[in-house]
């Protein structure tokens, strides 16, 4: 298998970290996202990794020249759905950074384009194979706490001047609630099944001069099944805590679920407060191509990448709805 990457902006780390446990993989080439885009840093982290393959200037040349049969996409974020959507036309099988699409338009037409193709398409939503999540996910589903009732989730972010100067753009960046939120609203959909958004907020307050690039949110929705949840996303953790800020806590009728600081929890009405063993550590990008072998191992679906984008892109037409700056 020929596997090719397009971009450097994001998480392409889940495909290098994985490339020597799939067999038969070849890594055959990298791509700029965009004529404009600075491939340095990313041609580094590859060095640590692996040799560092044919390199193009145009994804599209690549594309025609390589012939892949899987890509990693992540350049500048309003690339993601014209790239991923030629690749889908092509019949390659596509793992794309969040958002896959920075507005219904452009999610209507990958949805669309998916109704014929053969290839698997999967979002980069990667914290459900964070351990702990994963292991809160396993809990829930073997019915340690009953029926869930409420969900409260909470995703962070630090910010500094390092971040790319196209954050700074919300027709380039597509927003923070797209890019950061879209984490918790994965792994509530995940936990939980579909859900209405209720209201929205998000503002741009102490950005640091990141124009659009919106500093923090909240999200409030209902599921199908007459729960509730909430979202606090924000690019506002302190630059000295160490900690991993992104949590959640699921009370159901028979006790609550938590995962917090890399750790799993359950509290129930008979037993107090204790730690849960983490299920073993899967890999993101071998069960992506594994899935296009037909293998059903993959934590993520087509189904729920497409429906989670829609679910944020909504939230953020909410949210615009009430900006209040």
């Known amino acids: 298998m020929k596997i090719a990457m397009i971009g450097g902006q994001g998480h392409q780390s889940y495909a290098l970290t994985a490339l020597n446990e799939i067999k038969d993989c070849t890594f055959v080439a990298i791509a700029k ?5 600075n491939l340095d840093n990313f041609k580094l982290s590859i060095a640590e990794y692996t040799t560092v393959p044919k390199e193009y200037d145009n994804w599209i040349e690549m ?3 390589e012939q892949p049969d899987a890509v990693s996409v992540a350049p ?11 690749c889908i036309k092509r019949g390659i099988h596509v793992l794309c950074e969040k958002p896959v699409a920075i507005n219904i338009q452009e999610l209507d037409e990958l949805e669309e384009a998916l109704k014929n193709s053969k290839s698997q398409f999967i979002g980069m939503h990667a914290m ?19 029926k869930p009732i ?14 790319p100067q196209f954050y700074k753009q919300r027709s380039l960046y597509g927003s923070t609630l797209c890019w950061v939120a879209t984490h918790a609203i994965d792994w509530s959909y995940w936990y939980m099944g579909d859900f209405e958004i209720s209201n929205a907020y998000h503002t741009t307050l102490c950005n640091q001069g990141y124009n659009d690039c919106e500093s923090a949110g909240v999200i409030a929705f209902q599921f199908t099944t007459g729960a509730v949840g909430c979202i606090n996303f924000d690019f506002l953790k302190a630059h000295k805590d160490i900690a991993c800020r992104d949590s959640c806590r699921i ?57 989670v984008t829609r679910l944020a892109l909504n939230a953020r037409d909410y949210a615009d709805k009430y900006r209040k700056e």
């Open 33 to 37: 996202g965009s004529s404009d885009e």
């Open 63 to 65: 594309l025609d020249k």
């Open 76 to 86: 500048i974020f309003c690339y993601h759905q014209r790239i991923s959507l030629e």
């Open 128 to 146: 459900r194979y964070s351990r702990h999540f994963h292991t809160v996910k396993k809990a829930l589903d073997d019915g340690l706490i009953g």
């Open 150 to 163: 409420l969900i409260n989730s909470q995703k962070s972010y630090s910010f500094n001047a390092t971040r």
């Open 251 to 307: 009370a159901g009728e028979k006790g609550v679920l938590e995962a917090a600081e890399n750790k799993a929890y359950i509290t129930t009405h008979t037993e107090g407060r204790k730690e849960l063993d983490l299920l073993p550590q899967k890999s993101f990008f071998k069960d992506f191509i594994d899935s296009t072998h037909g293998l059903d191992n993959c934590l993520i679906d087509t189904k729920s990448t497409l429906a």
